[in-house]
């Protein structure tokens, strides 16, 4: 890979970053203003580890097996958009107090809301898949180049996540004095990222 074409990517992977904030950045939005951005850092680890799996499944050529089963991606995104709303519903009518540190199960912990908010958008396989093969250069070994290619969208989409996290977690300090409001913020920022699940359609054009 040449240094032009690596620097092509990056730029291509900044103006898609540059849109609006999607699922995933909601979620960590959502968790850091309800349990601040120290403990809300697992949801970006749940987050990067769904995307290195849908990476390595568009590596191995599985995108146009999964892409030609409609049926598959639509069971993937609404049990992942169940999960949101649960989530939200919980939090939203939930009467305990988020500054008061409680204890939450494992199907409730950031990083596991951080995974499966990932890993519910099957767009993301798709846009792996689509993505890399415009930056590969094929003289040379296409290993070491898919691996600069995803760690490089890892480190960037981790250091935006948690850009959006500690802005979050200062509003948190804010809104100190009311833990019933950021549990009804908290809640109302996952519907968000479920309504945004909801909103994308299954065809292989963007994430």
């Known amino acids: 890979m040449t240094a032009e074409l690596y620097l092509a990517y990056l730029a291509t992977i900044a103006v898609f970053f540059a ?3 999607g699922p995933s950045q909601a979620l960590m939005i959502s968790n850091s203003l309800r349990l601040g951005l120290r403990r ?3 949801t970006i680890g749940g987050d990067l580890s769904a995307n290195a799996i849908q990476m390595t499944l568009a590596g191995f050529g599985l ?3 999964i892409a030609g089963s409609g049926l598959l991606l639509g069971i993937v995104k609404w049990a992942g958009i169940a999960y949101l709303v649960y989530i939200a519903v919980r939090t939203w009518v939930s009467r305990v107090d988020p500054l008061a540190h409680a204890p939450q199960g494992r199907l409730s912990s950031p ?5 499966v908010t990932s890993m519910a958008n099957p767009k993301a396989i798709l846009f792996f898949g689509a993505l890399f093969p415009q930056f590969i250069d094929p003289g040379s070994p296409i290993a070491p180049q898919l691996l600069i290619l995803g760690a490089t969208y890892l480190v960037v989409d981790g250091i935006l996540l948690l850009a959006w996290g500690a802005a979050a977690g200062g509003m948190r300090q804010w809104l100190a004095t009311s833990g019933r409001l950021i549990n009804r913020l908290s809640g109302g920022m996952m519907l968000l990222a479920a309504a945004m699940l909801a909103g994308r359609s299954v065809e292989p054009t963007s994430r």
Request: charged residues 0%; neutral net charge.
């Open 63 to 65: 995108t146009a097996v």
């Open 40 to 42: 809300a850092l697992p």
């Open 111 to 115: 990083a596991a809301q951080g995974f």
């Open 19 to 21: 849109s609006p904030p």
